[in-house]
């Protein structure tokens, strides 16, 4: 695409109608539709209408709500559609959200948060040359986000202080791996400071065993991050409730609205139990900043970036656009036709199931090839010839060391249309590989 | 206005109708209205038109830039947009560019990449709890942002890490005390890594002596990154050129389209001049992340945050609309009217300057009370006067421990009507306040 673009900028200005005849030529077929009902690739998502319209409507405002004096509007609607989560997907009373862009900044930030509470002198001190501070530790599986350990490098603990715990034949962390490589850290003289377990992990959307984590955590006094960025949307659901027991017990916790909740890009809640340690971690007040409100809430205090859009708009327009109910019952067919597709490929000799399928995403491969390195790259062909024909897109994961197909239900408009379209695609091609 | 939002969220959904009628009655009322041609707080910022209809864009399009796979129009759009407007500041072409959220993330990422050079080890080990590893330090002035603090806090060097160096009666840093406290932490043991040097300070647009900077920057083997978040822009403007000399030796440079180029929140661009040492320090790609592509850009190596929106839209939509000269004109527009004021100011004996004024932002005090607290406590109330008043908005910094009040003029819409309707606010509170 970027050979279609002039090398210059425009000298003068054009009409907004030229600008838009050449987004539908150039820009548009360049791009990868993660708002088609078709995408089932990585965790699908959705812009929904009201969705759009909030963030049109935050771009009009153009309000940079740091301080509560430079928008009161969106300081507060944050503080309440936070809350409204919080009633919706049953966290207690004393959780309090605020939106970042990403669940890689709202799990850097609770892994600061835990860093401080740990050390409460590196804020200021900061962690190298000091000769009374150990190696700092932290404790995630091996199916955890990236996300977790780029936070580690980003916060100056290292990735290599992120201990990967081994998981079980359902992808669920080892609470006993866990127990096992904390007390070996402290053997060694290494401090343990937090653990992230996932509900909903990325490649299978596993749910780690988070009561008995949050067990280990009150025993060995860590922090406990949750990681529902995915999953935490299914909590609005009583009948997934089960799946997050525990979670309630966690110092933290994120889900993105922006994953399963219909609201674009970006917008990512992350809960806390104990606000005043996130403030602790990062409030910090320069003259030109400051107000004189008293007992109000500053949002740029609870983390790294000063610039906040008004993200709070588009949420509460997508929660009062569909209600609590009909974001249910969405998630319950994302989940109902992820399930249909599962009993597709049990009944189906050429294919299996390569995870269990707690959520909307459904994890298989085809039975094909001899060996398992012959099976990887003829699975990997499928995936592309699938991709290819379209208008479906998939992606893929390594599970056991073994290639895996990833297809992900989540966005507002897919229908069983779509996902029997794939699940054709799929047995005609795997077919013809096998032949 | 939280009061009048429903504790619960809505069961059922609603009409979008019902929702826009309580936004216009409720949310609407209780905001700040940074795109207001009044707004002349903090830094006056603009949502333009084209900027507005980007970013609807982008919401429907929802896509996430995390890979060239997942947009490759959102990924070489950034890449082109970002030398577009290299080439409009005349930095030198090995500066590459990115789109982060805000310049807190943006100069984090400068300050994580240069910890990465200085000490590469940190990336795995982290910095705790090693024997080998003295303290990092880092410089910038007395006058630098906040944003610079919340960095090393984040990266794990410490608040107290950084030396804030003495800036002169014109707010610039001095580069002797600047030598001077490098050679002190080397006495003592610590590591110097880095200078952040702002061309455009927040509280007075103030310009440190980059040149003089760099010089010591390449002496003594320090990653020097430009804060030019503001006052970037100006530099499409060859007479505001003078005042950027030296950063084109800049290991990188951050500025904000969100800010003075009519793009509305977020906009941050990072230039980087080895892209590849960002990369170092960041890159991660796990299994469910690995695409065949070879040769393209994977955004998401290049920071913390995986999740990307559709940024480059907004700003290709901006400069498409405007043009270089257009653009390049409403800055000049501003800089005139912001000079017209401080011509008024030094003519009227009520009032005095309270810094130089290269750019769009004109600090000033009233010469009100006889002590200096007395001073200070008249003009916060001549600025909290005003603001009652309306529609204009200002705020207020502190300068040689003095009160004073800026007004900053950014906003698109913003005309000598606006400018000499707040200053005809200010003459005349101020001479009641004087009575």
Redesign the interface.
């Known amino acids: 695409?970027?050979a279609q673009?002039p090398?210059?900028?425009?000298?003068?200005?054009?009409s907004?109608d030229?600008?838009?005849d050449?987004?539908e030529a150039v820009?548009?077929p360049?791009?990868?539709?993660?708002?088609h009902p078709g995408f089932f690739?990585?965790f699908a998502?959705?812009?929904s209408?009201?969705?759009?319209?909030g963030?049109?409507?935050?771009?009009?405002?153009?309000?940079?709500a740091m301080l509560w004096?430079?928008?009161?509007?969106?300081t507060?609607?944050e503080?309440?559609v936070c809350?409204?989560?919080r009633?919706?997907v049953d966290l207690p009373s004393d959780f309090r959200g605020h939106i970042n862009?990403?669940?890689?900044?709202s799990t850097?930030l609770a892994l600061?948060a835990a860093?401080h509470r740990a050390?409460p002198e590196?804020?200021?001190?900061?962690?190298?040359?000091?000769?009374d501070?150990?190696?700092?530790t932290v404790y995630t599986s091996d199916q955890a986000?990236?996300?977790v350990?780029?936070?580690?490098?980003?916060?100056?603990?290292?990735?290599?202080?992120l201990r990967r715990v081994a998981s079980d034949d359902r992808f669920q962390m080892r609470t006993g791996d866990l127990a096992a490589a904390i007390a070996a850290d402290r053997a060694a003289?290494?401090r343990p400071i937090a653990v992230v377990a996932t509900i909903g992990t990325?490649?299978t959307t596993s749910v780690d065993p988070v009561a008995a984590i949050a067990d280990l955590c009150e025993r060995e006094g860590l922090w406990l991050h949750v990681d529902a960025a995915y999953a935490g949307s299914a909590a609005i659901c009583s009948e997934y409730r089960p799946l997050f027991a525990g979670w309630e017990r966690a110092d933290s916790v994120v889900t993105n609205p922006?994953k399963w909740l219909f609201t674009?890009?970006?917008c990512?809640l992350l809960f806390v139990r104990d606000v005043d340690e996130l403030r602790a971690?990062?409030s910090?007040?320069?003259?030109?900043?400051k107000s004189g409100e008293r007992e109000v809430t500053n949002l740029m205090d609870l983390g790294?970036?000063?610039?906040r859009?008004f993200r709070a708009?588009?949420l509460w327009?997508v929660?009062?656009?569909?209600?609590?109910?009909?974001l249910a019952q969405r998630i319950r067919r994302h989940c109902d036709l992820a399930a249909r597709l599962a009993a597709w490929i049990e009944q189906e000799p050429l294919f299996e199931l390569a995870a269990p399928v707690p959520f909307s995403l459904v994890c298989f491969r085809a039975r094909l090839g001899d060996s398992g390195g012959e099976r990887d790259r003829l699975n990997q062909e499928l995936m592309e010839r699938v991709n290819a024909e379209g208008p479906v897109f998939l992606?893929?994961?390594?599970l056991d060391d073994r290639f895996a197909i990833?297809l992900a239900i989540g966005n507002i408009k897919t229908t069983s249309n779509e996902v029997e379209h794939a699940w054709r695609l799929l047995c005609r091609h795997a077919t013809e590989l096998a032949t």
Chains 1, 2 share one sequence.
């Open positions: 695409m970027r673009l090398v210059e900028p425009p000298l003068e200005g054009e907004l030229a600008i838009l050449d987004y820009i548009a360049a791009n990868t539709h993660w708002n690739a990585y998502i959705s812009g209408g009201p969705g759009i319209v963030e049109a409507l935050a771009a009009a405002l153009n309000v940079n004096r430079t928008s009161p509007a969106a507060e609607l503080e309440q809350d409204w989560v009633r919706m862009d990403t669940a890689s900044i850097l600061a860093r050390d590196s804020r200021e001190q900061g962690l190298a040359g000091r000769t501070l150990p190696r700092l986000h990236s996300s350990d780029k936070a580690m490098m980003a916060i100056g603990l290292g990735a290599g202080s003289g290494n990325t490649s922006h674009p890009v970006d990512s971690t990062f910090l007040v320069p003259e030109y900043l790294v970036q000063l610039g859009r708009l588009k327009m929660i009062r656009a569909f209600g609590v109910n009909g992606s893929h994961t390594r990833r």
